[in-house]
């Protein structure tokens, strides 16, 4: 008698294939959230952790940004 179980189809957040990955193919789950419960989270977890980052910057770097983020070059 097999003990293998059959696993139902389910949906990826994303796949990735080959590449820095070899012969593997890794899926990557995520929970189903909404856009307003995304919104939240980039502005109470991502906004603070990036501001803290700007803040350890000098002013020439802090420049430095600005302009190439002005020149399009950091896209």
Known sequence: M????KVESQEYAAT???GKFGK???HVV?????KEESLRRFREE???A????WDTLTTKEKLQVNA???AGLLE
């Open 46 to 48: 991502v906004m603070p």
């Open 50 to 53: 990036a501001w803290a980052c």
């Open 68 to 70: 190439e983020c002005e």
């Open 30 to 34: 995520a929970p189903q959230i909404t």
């Open 2 to 5: 097999s003990t293998a179980k």
């Open 16 to 18: 990735y294939k080959g």
């Open 24 to 26: 593997s193919v890794v």
